[in-house]
């Protein structure tokens, strides 16, 4: 089997490119995408964890079912909110929305 | 193994309302009704909680909790469920809100806050939080009209959003490490654990957990989206953030915190100590060169839950129970706070603390009230802030945290400063000078620019044309009745908390002990 | 341990190579004759009208958003029906009181005439 310590540093690295892009990206349905990035990986973590520390408990993929309903919703919701902010301006770039300073 | 449906008894109630009052709304016609209909929800559910606590114990492979600090969590949150239902009746006939998704979003974000109040698995919590959370995105950006509220929501969301993947990360991890995500199994695998300091996967798990939790209460590094969110989201839902989803994000912190890391307490006291220290000087630093209510109020939230952190960095049993005292008190002080500001909104069409000025004359009732929230705030008896902060205070004393103690001293007194400069506004200054309208006893109304310059223009015309005079556009509504239940109910318990604490410290001394 | 792997990257370089290689013979056999006519996308013989790149209706959108909370609801009931045998009635009025809750979202995005074309 592929040693543990391998998976784990794909899903550092899927992580933390999540992570960047997130918080480096402007276009928000690309930060959106990011952010599903990071979410991957963490299904990653936990279906590892579970199958090499844990075999035959089922924790892991449980926890792997609720990341991805809640990722579901998470992102129907995150483009319902970019769609209202299209409807209103032509651009959903996020430096561009800055009516709220102070 | 107990599948009884009993324990469960308040959440599913409150879900039964969210959903009539989703598929009431369903006609487009006016529903007479709608909003009382989703008050009874948490009645319903502080009726359910009354059955439930004779039932302690754990459920359904101990996904589900009911013990004393459940209980008052859940009764925490469906108070404030009601409150702000309450202080919503009114925001949503003047602004374009769709009334019963409104609501029935409120009840299941209380849902979620309940859940996550009530579990000492993190699954469950975690799943708790994303309903609150994922309902409190969609409540942000409610005024579907309004650039302000989508861009809020917006921000939230993303930044919501990155935070929660950044929390199941650090489960992911704890899990990894412990094997488990029910938190006590996870104290007693960290227990076992030789070198806690030196564990560098551990380190990073508590962080980006602490992260997760941190970003729902408003802590420093992670604030950003407060003052913005707060601004922009429809008031009474600001209220619900700064009461309810902090009081559910600290139920779930303490809960992680006390029963799955109290091994790990060497690495997490400190950096929460450094974060407390941080997060109060910042919120009230930058809370007083603020001009708009809401947004000073979000920065005084940042200021309050460095407040709350310490009763967790000090970390003892009478500390903890401070915490949730805090808490309790918070919550009526912070509802009392909102109505009055959905209250001058409402006469002012204007949320600037310039809005408060002359408040004294007009509505000396609201006026008196927002002094009194203000008190508590800043923790001056005979309030119950007072006593919240006193025995925070009181607490760290105690276990030898005085630096953090004469801290938190030092920043009431910072804080002083600018609820003070509310204050007075509302009787030092003058009432609106120039406005016309407002000088007629504050009744400059709501969206009418045009009569407004019509009636301003030459006074010679206007005194010729006394019915022109009175076609003044009156109030849309007179001063509604729930906001000033609201008040009424907030000032009572703010005081009650503040006179008569005995049987409160004896009931969250219980709670505090998690068991 | 690696050795494992050896299967699989042969695989890998015998597919790449065959489609490239197959590539490289078809562009040395077919004749090159481009015209504008022959470039054109081609939309059943018709002049194609407007660019080849379209935006999708946000209609489509809101299709897609119901859809995905029965396909995520498909995550649990499978989940569900595998140990609905052991688990026994009880499991069985939690599974519907689940889908039953998924119907009342329905029965909504129905009356809002979601499923509606327009």
């Given at each position: 089997m592929i040693?543990?310590?391998?998976?784990?540093?794909?899903?550092?690295?899927?992580?933390?490119l999540?992570?960047y892009?997130?918080?480096t990206?402007?276009?928000?349905i690309?930060?959106?995408?990011?952010i599903e990035?990071?979410?991957?990986?963490?299904?990653?973590n936990f279906?590892?964890f579970?199958?090499?520390?844990?075999?035959?408990?089922p924790?892991g993929?449980i926890?792997?079912?609720?990341?991805?309903t809640?990722?579901?919703?998470?992102?129907?919701?995150?483009?319902?909110?970019?769609l209202?902010?299209?409807?209103?301006q032509?651009?959903?770039?996020?430096?561009?929305?800055h009516?709220l300073q102070? | 193994?107990?599948?009884?449906l009993?324990?469960?008894l308040?959440q599913?109630?409150?879900?039964?309302f969210a959903l009539?009052?989703?598929?009431y709304d369903?006609?487009n016609e006016?529903?007479?009704?709608?909003?009382s209909?989703?008050m009874?929800?948490?009645l319903?559910?502080?009726?359910g909680l009354?059955?439930?606590?004779?039932?302690p114990?754990e459920?359904?492979g101990?996904?589900?909790?009911v013990?004393?600090?459940?209980l008052?969590?859940?009764?925490?949150?469906?108070?404030?469920?009601f409150?702000?239902?309450l202080l919503?009746r009114?925001?949503?006939?003047?602004q374009?809100?769709h009334?019963?998704?409104f609501?029935t979003?409120?009840?299941?974000?209380?849902?979620?806050?309940?859940?996550?109040a009530?579990?000492?698995?993190?699954?469950?919590?975690?799943?708790g939080?994303?309903?609150m959370?994922?309902s409190s995105?969609?409540l942000?950006g409610?005024i579907?009209?309004q650039d302000?509220?989508?861009?809020?929501?917006l921000?939230?969301y993303l930044?919501?959003a990155?935070?929660?993947?950044?929390?199941?990360?650090?489960?992911?991890?704890?899990?990894?490490?412990?094997?488990?995500?029910y938190?006590?199994?996870?104290?007693s695998a960290?227990?076992?654990t030789?070198?806690?300091q030196?564990?560098l996967?551990?380190i990073?798990a508590v962080v980006f957990?602490?992260a997760?939790f941190g970003?729902?209460?408003?802590l420093v590094?992670?604030?950003m989206?407060?003052?913005?969110?707060?601004?922009?989201?429809?008031?009474?839902?600001?209220?619900?953030?700064?009461v309810?989803?902090?009081?559910?994000?600290f139920?779930?912190?303490?809960r992680?915190?006390?029963?799955?890391?109290?091994?790990?307490?060497?690495?997490w006291?400190?950096?929460l100590a450094?974060?407390?220290v941080?997060?109060m000087?910042?919120?009230?630093?930058?809370?007083?060169?603020?001009?708009n209510?809401?947004?000073?109020?979000?920065?005084?939230s940042?200021?309050?839950?460095?407040?709350?952190?310490?009763g967790?960095v000090?970390?003892?049993?009478?500390?903890?129970?401070?915490?949730l005292y805090?808490?309790?008190?918070y919550l009526?002080?912070n509802i009392?706070v909102?109505?009055?500001l959905?209250?001058v909104a409402n006469?002012?069409?204007s949320e600037?603390i310039a809005a408060?000025?002359?408040l004294?004359q007009?509505?000396?009732?609201?006026?008196?009230?927002l002094?009194?929230?203000?008190?508590?705030?800043v923790?001056?008896?005979?309030?119950g802030?007072?006593?919240g902060?006193?025995?925070?205070f009181?607490?760290a004393?105690?276990?030898?945290?005085v630096?953090?103690?004469v801290v938190?001293v030092?920043?009431?007194?910072i804080s002083?400063?600018?609820?003070?400069?509310?204050?007075r506004q509302?009787?030092?200054?003058?009432?609106l000078?120039?406005?016309?309208?407002?000088?007629?006893?504050?009744t400059?109304?709501?969206?009418?620019?045009?009569?407004?310059?019509?009636?301003s223009?030459?006074?010679?015309a206007?005194?010729?044309?006394?019915?022109?005079?009175?076609?003044?556009?009156?109030?849309?509504k007179p001063?509604s009745?729930?906001l000033?239940?609201?008040?009424?109910i907030?000032?009572?318990?703010?005081l009650?908390?503040?006179?008569?604490?005995?049987?409160?410290?004896?009931w969250?001394?219980?709670?505090?002990l998690?068991? | 341990m690696?050795a494992a792997?050896?299967?699989?990257?042969?695989?890998?370089?015998?597919?790449v190579?065959f489609?490239?290689?197959s590539l490289f013979?078809?562009g040395?056999?077919r004749?090159?004759?481009?015209?504008p006519?022959?470039l054109?996308?081609?939309?059943c013989?018709?002049?194609?009208?407007?660019?080849?790149?379209?935006?999708?209706?946000?209609?489509?959108?809101?299709?897609a958003?119901v859809?995905?909370?029965?396909?995520?609801e498909?995550?649990?009931?499978?989940?569900?029906?595998?140990?609905?045998?052991?688990a026994?009635?009880?499991?069985?009025?939690?599974?519907i009181?689940f889908v039953a809750?998924l119907?009342v979202g329905?029965i909504y995005a129905w009356?809002k005439k979601?499923?509606?074309?327009?």
């Amino acid at each position: 089997m592929i040693p543990l310590g391998y998976i784990l540093g794909f899903s550092a690295l899927l992580f933390g490119l999540g992570l960047y892009g997130a918080l480096t990206r402007r276009n928000a349905i690309r930060m959106v995408m990011s952010i599903e990035l990071m979410l991957n990986a963490v299904n990653v973590n936990f279906l590892a964890f579970s199958r090499y520390l844990n075999p035959g408990d089922p924790r892991g993929s449980i926890w792997a079912i609720f990341v991805m309903t809640v990722a579901a919703a998470e992102v129907a919701l995150g483009l319902a909110i970019i769609l209202m902010l299209s409807r209103r301006q032509d651009d959903i770039d996020v430096d561009k929305v800055h009516s709220l300073q102070g | 193994m107990a599948t009884s449906l009993l324990p469960l008894l308040p959440q599913l109630l409150l879900v039964l309302f969210a959903l009539a009052v989703l598929l009431y709304d369903l006609g487009n016609e006016d529903r007479p009704g709608l909003g009382s209909l989703a008050m009874l929800g948490p009645l319903a559910a502080l009726l359910g909680l009354g059955i439930v606590a004779g039932h302690p114990g754990e459920y359904w492979g101990r996904m589900l909790k009911v013990d004393s600090f459940s209980l008052f969590f859940q009764l925490l949150t469906y108070a404030g469920t009601f409150l702000v239902i309450l202080l919503s009746r009114d925001y949503v006939e003047r602004q374009p809100i769709h009334r019963g998704e409104f609501y029935t979003l409120i009840l299941l974000a209380g849902v979620g806050m309940s859940v996550m109040a009530s579990s000492a698995e993190l699954l469950m919590i975690y799943v708790g939080l994303e309903l609150m959370s994922l309902s409190s995105y969609a409540l942000v950006g409610m005024i579907k009209r309004q650039d302000q509220s989508i861009e809020a929501a917006l921000k939230y969301y993303l930044m919501g959003a990155v935070t929660s993947a950044i929390l199941l990360f650090g489960i992911s991890l704890l899990f990894g490490i412990t094997g488990t995500t029910y938190l006590p199994d996870i104290a007693s695998a960290l227990a076992l654990t030789k070198d806690i300091q030196g564990n560098l996967l551990l380190i990073a798990a508590v962080v980006f957990v602490l992260a997760g939790f941190g970003f729902k209460v408003s802590l420093v590094p992670l604030h950003m989206w407060t003052p913005d969110v707060y601004q922009g989201a429809p008031t009474p839902i600001t209220a619900f953030l700064a009461v309810g989803s902090k009081a559910a994000a600290f139920a779930g912190f303490i809960r992680l915190l006390a029963t799955g890391l109290p091994a790990a307490v060497s690495l997490w006291q400190p950096l929460l100590a450094l974060v407390a220290v941080v997060t109060m000087t910042y919120g009230n630093m930058t809370a007083l060169a603020q001009t708009n209510m809401k947004r000073m109020m979000g920065y005084s939230s940042i200021a309050q839950a460095g407040y709350i952190l310490t009763g967790l960095v000090v970390f003892t049993p009478d500390s903890l129970a401070a915490t949730l005292y805090y808490l309790l008190a918070y919550l009526f002080m912070n509802i009392g706070v909102f109505a009055c500001l959905i209250w001058v909104a409402n006469q002012q069409e204007s949320e600037e603390i310039a809005a408060f000025r002359g408040l004294g004359q007009r509505a000396p009732f609201y006026a008196v009230s927002l002094a009194i929230f203000f008190l508590s705030l800043v923790g001056i008896p005979p309030t119950g802030g007072f006593m919240g902060k006193f025995y925070l205070f009181f607490a760290a004393v105690q276990s030898h945290y005085v630096w953090l103690a004469v801290v938190m001293v030092i920043n009431s007194v910072i804080s002083l400063a600018y609820y003070y400069g509310v204050v007075r506004q509302m009787w030092l200054e003058p009432c609106l000078p120039a406005a016309p309208g407002a000088a007629a006893g504050g009744t400059s109304r709501w969206s009418m620019p045009a009569a407004r310059a019509s009636t301003s223009t030459p006074p010679a015309a206007a005194s010729s044309t006394p019915e022109k005079a009175q076609s003044w556009p009156e109030p849309t509504k007179p001063a509604s009745l729930a906001l000033g239940v609201a008040v009424v109910i907030s000032l009572l318990l703010v005081l009650l908390l503040g006179l008569y604490p005995q049987p409160f410290f004896e009931w969250v001394g219980k709670a505090a002990l998690l068991g | 341990m690696l050795a494992a792997y050896t299967d699989v990257v042969t695989f890998l370089l015998v597919a790449v190579l065959f489609i490239a290689a197959s590539l490289f013979l078809g562009g040395l056999l077919r004749p090159h004759h481009p015209y504008p006519e022959k470039l054109s996308p081609y939309e059943c013989g018709k002049a194609p009208i407007g660019s080849g790149q379209v935006r999708f209706k946000v209609r489509y959108y809101i299709f897609a958003l119901v859809f995905l909370v029965f396909d995520v609801e498909a995550l649990f009931l499978y989940a569900w029906a595998v140990i609905l045998r052991q688990a026994g009635w009880p499991a069985l009025w939690e599974g519907i009181a689940f889908v039953a809750l998924l119907f009342v979202g329905l029965i909504y995005a129905w009356r809002k005439k979601v499923l509606k074309w327009v």
